[in-house]
Nanobody
Framework: QVQLVESGGGLVQPGGSLRLSCAAS????????MGWYRQAPGKQRELVAT???????NYADSVKGRFTISNDNTKNTVYLQMDSLKPEDTAIYYC?????????WGQGTQVTVSS
């Protein structure tokens, strides 16, 4: 089993910044990527960004240039730096860990962008 613990969500004004963190633990020996997805009310869950253990990254077009994903392999932790936040970024953000046998999900952390 794999456990994912997310932190860093909250309320921020438009144009502000937040940093999400997600620490993985458990049977993660074969983990090859981590990432973030989000789900806004009434919408489907969507990809935000992913990063492999070799630091190859992938971003949704809607967040390119504003969000930065990074990792610390020594801590099995992935970060999502979110800048220039917009109201449409409001969602529950979920951390994921990808292994050959399965993808694991965190419990989610709320991000609300509002004045």
């Amino acid at each position: 089993q794999v456990q994912l613990v997310e932190s860093g969500g909250g309320l921020v004004q438009p144009g502000g910044s937040l940093r999400l963190s997600c620490a993985a633990s458990g049977n993660i020996f074969s983990m090859y990527a981590m990432g973030w997805y989000r789900q806004a009310p009434g919408k489907q869950r969507e990809l935000v960004a992913t990063i492999t253990t070799t630091s190859n990254t992938n971003y949704a077009d809607s967040v390119k240039g504003r969000f930065t994903i990074s990792n610390d392999n020594t801590k099995n932790t992935v970060y999502l730096q979110m800048d220039s936040l917009k109201p449409e970024d409001t969602a529950i953000y979920y951390c994921t860990a990808r292994l050959p046998v399965a993808t694991y999900w965190g419990q989610g952390t709320q991000v609300t962008v509002s004045s």
